[in-house]
């Protein structure tokens, strides 16, 4: 069965650190991955993709993602953290097959300092 | 805006009142997702569409809850009899591709009292 765990639930970092968001797979099958981000009030938007070409994923932002296969992980990285990049993000796995239905992490909390 | 659209944004009811929910897709996507978000966690998947077919619904989708997409368009999500424990966040996506990516609204958010 597929399945996404994010292995932080709240991370914090002040502004103009790295910061790393930890997320690690189950999948029967070759994922697609993505990270979306959810700001108060606001709907998931999509950061990031990853289906089967490069292992290293640019997304919007400055974000980016590395899936390894051998790690079973898809860890979202960016180099400087701005303010507003304080929101919840998700670590997501789509089901393949012809459902296409997303299966979500819990979710990280991250929270920038100034 | 040629976006994902959910309407109402927020819906407050009482115990035992019945709800509905409207989503309008991005229109040349044919397929259309609803997921339920409770406060703290990711969401969940209720159910989908291709076109106006419903063909896969969730566990989590009690027989209360009745979804449809009469013309392929535009989808609708009805709660009867709401519980307290309906209470959260229902988003619907729709979907471009391949590669698949799914384009989220909004959201409604219902409180049930």
């Known amino acids: 069965a597929q399945s996404v765990t994010q292995l932080d639930s709240h991370v914090s970092v002040s502004e103009g650190t790295p910061v790393l968001l930890r997320c690690n797979y189950s999948s029967s099958y070759s994922p697609s991955l993505f990270w979306y981000v959810q700001h108060p009030n606001k709907g998931l938007q999509l950061l990031l993709k990853?289906?089967?070409?490069?292992?290293l994923v640019k997304g919007i932002n400055g974000f980016e993602a590395e899936f390894k296969k051998s790690e079973t992980s898809f860890h979202l990285t960016k180099p400087s953290a701005h303010m507003s990049d304080a929101a919840e993000y998700f670590c997501?796995?789509?089901?393949?097959?012809?459902?296409?239905?997303?299966?979500f992490g819990q979710g990280t909390t991250l929270q920038v300092k100034p | 805006d040629t976006g994902v659209s959910q309407d109402p944004r927020h819906k407050i009811t009482k115990r035992g009142q019945n709800v509905t929910f409207r989503c309008d897709p991005i229109?040349?996507?044919?397929?259309l997702y609803w997921y339920r978000q409770t406060l703290g966690q990711g969401p969940e998947f209720l159910t989908y569409f291709q076109n106006e077919a419903q063909l896969e619904k969730s566990r989590l989708l009690s027989d209360r809850f009745s979804a449809e997409r009469p013309k392929g368009s535009f989808s609708t999500l009805e709660i009867q009899r709401t519980e307290q424990g309906d209470s959260a966040m229902y988003l619907c996506?729709?979907?471009?591709?391949?590669?698949?990516?799914?384009?989220f609204g909004p959201g409604t958010r219902l409180l049930v009292l």
């Open positions: 996506a729709s979907v471009s591709g391949p590669p698949e990516t799914q384009y």
């Open positions: 229109s040349e996507h044919n397929r």
């Open positions: 990853y289906t089967s070409a490069a292992t």
């Open positions: 997501v796995v789509n089901l393949s097959g012809n459902t296409g239905k997303l299966i």
